[in-house]
């Protein structure tokens, strides 16, 4: 019962933070919703015993990238002209788009009731206390299968965070 009510107290959570981040009109307020919901997320990844995925959200996602957005957004001189640009448009096609969603997700639950033998399937999930322990797991796939591409993504953000530096650096 507990489990039931923390995963509904960290998914209400995930999914306000995420709606308030893509609605703000400020980069850090936005950023700071993100940072937010990626908690949200770890607590998740805790309820389900993934310790190693709780570990890594947290000091990577939260600890690392978001500094590196923070520093970037505070680098990075935003022009005033782009934060008073109108998004008249964007509303009409947000709508469109959230119509069109809509549309899809009732046909997909109408249908669902009218062809025989079908319906929204609804797996039960194991209790978190019979998952296996997956840190080493994971740790065996990522340095062994993937080593190649988890260097590779580590290069490139180096390169990102020093193109941000660069890019913030002020001529003389």
Do not use: C
Request: aromatic residues 10%; hydrophobic residues 65%.
């Amino acid at each position: 019962m507990l489990d039931k009510v923390l995963f509904y107290i960290f998914a209400g959570l995930a999914i306000a933070s995420g709606a308030l981040m893509v609605t703000r009109r400020n980069a850090v307020h936005s950023a700071i919703f993100l940072v937010t919901a990626l908690l949200a997320t770890a607590g998740i990844f805790l309820q389900l015993r993934a310790e190693f995925l709780f570990i890594v959200q947290i000091i990577l996602y939260v600890g690392g990238i978001m500094v590196l957005f923070i520093f970037v957004i505070m680098l990075v001189n935003l022009d005033v002209a782009l934060q008073q640009i109108q998004f008249a448009r964007q509303k009409w096609v947000a709508l469109i788009v959230a119509l069109a969603l809509s549309a899809q997700f009732g046909l997909m639950l109408w249908s669902s009731e009218k062809i025989p033998g079908q319906g929204i399937p609804v797996l039960a999930a194991p209790p978190a206390s019979e998952l296996p322990a997956n840190s080493e797991a994971v740790a065996q796939s990522l340095f062994g299968n993937y080593l190649l591409a988890f260097e590779i993504a580590s290069v490139l953000l180096l390169v990102a965070m020093i193109g941000a530096v660069v890019m913030a650096k002020k001529e003389k």
